[in-house]
């Protein structure tokens, strides 16, 4: 008999999460509620196009209606903020989206902070940083952590007391995770330490991780000797590299030298495989919690 794969199966567990999402669309849709979610897109970023591309199918799989609103490159941040408060006053729509990355001309905070809160599934507005922060259950927390999150939690990944250690310090994924795996909660609770481009001898952190978490964006960064044996690896970078030999001339690659570090680590996700399926599952999740919140029914808190 072969051994068990050490390999997390992200396809399967976000396919868990569909299914409990799906049964409380069903219901709401039996209440007479359809839940809506806006997608906004600024420029013509490829990735960006692909992402959003990715997340309409998932919503209209689920019986999510999905619009998609696509703006040019030289769109203003004044011209932004007007669509975002169309949507905003626009009853049909429980969830709004705002594609990052945006042009230049356009300030981000202003943008997220314009989003209401209670339709912001994406979790970037500060009050749903804050409540993160605080702890407070009530607000959305970003997708791509939380997925994380729930890929550990359904891994049976031990979470209290371990040493965490997370690659990066962004506001998409680095800040909001160590925010998430630190409280004081069931499934966290953890010794978390948020390393990035000025951490002194970095590769050592990580040779004390219980739990780690590669999300800098730097193409195959973590190697094998950098890994503790029977250490949880998490990759969530995705990093385009040139290669000659792909027909397009590129391919994907994670944070992690996948092939080098499965054999040393307890459990690692694949990529992709690993935490992109999540961060569609988490974003459906927030997007029905918003519906229900919105209807007066339940799931007012996240779901764990
Ligand atoms: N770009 C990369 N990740 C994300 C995300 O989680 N949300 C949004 N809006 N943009 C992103």
């Known amino acids: 008999m072969s051994p068990p794969s050490n390999v997390i199966d992200g396809r399967a567990l976000a396919e868990q999460i569909h299914g409990e999402t799906s049964r409380r669309i069903v219901a709401l849709q039996a209440a007479g509620v359809q839940p809506g979610l806006a997608f906004v897109r600024v420029g013509e970023d490829p990735a960006s196009q692909v992402y959003v591309g990715m997340k309409e199918r998932m919503s209209a ?41 945006l042009p230049r001309q356009i300030d981000p905070t202003r943008v997220y902070s314009a989003v209401l809160p209670q339709k912001d599934v994406d979790g970037f507005h500060p009050t749903n940083v804050g409540k993160l922060m605080l702890g407070d259950p009530t607000g959305f927390v970003p997708c791509t952590p939380a997925g994380v999150h729930e890929l550990l939690i359904r891994s049976q990944v031990t979470l209290g007391g371990a040493e965490v250690v997370i690659l990066g310090r962004g506001n998409i994924v680095g800040k909001p995770l160590a925010a998430l795996l630190m409280q004081k909660a069931r ?70 030298q996948f092939a080098a570090v499965q054999p040393v680590a307890g459990k690692i996700t694949p990529n992709p495989g690993g935490v992109g399926p999540m961060t569609i599952a988490l974003l459906m999740q927030n997007t029905v919690r918003a519906a229900e919140q919105a209807s007066g029914r339940s799931g007012s808190t996240t779901d764990h």
């Open 61 to 101: 799989r689920l019986g999510i209606r999905s619009q998609t609103q696509v703006l040019p490159e030289a769109t203003s941040e004044a011209e932004l903020l007007r669509l975002i408060d169309l949507l905003n006053a626009d009853p049909g729509v429980h969830g709004i989206l705002v594609q990052a990355p």
């Open 187 to 256: 499934h966290a609770n953890a010794t978390v330490t948020v390393c990035h481009s000025q951490t002194r001898d970095l590769a050592a952190h990580c040779r004390r991780a219980d739990v780690l978490v590669a999300a800098m964006g730097v193409a195959e960064f973590v190697r094998a000797d950098m890994v503790k044996p029977g250490a949880v690896v998490v990759d969530v970078g995705v990093n385009r590299v040139h290669d000659p030999s792909a027909k397009s001339g590129s391919r994907l690659v994670g944070d992690v």
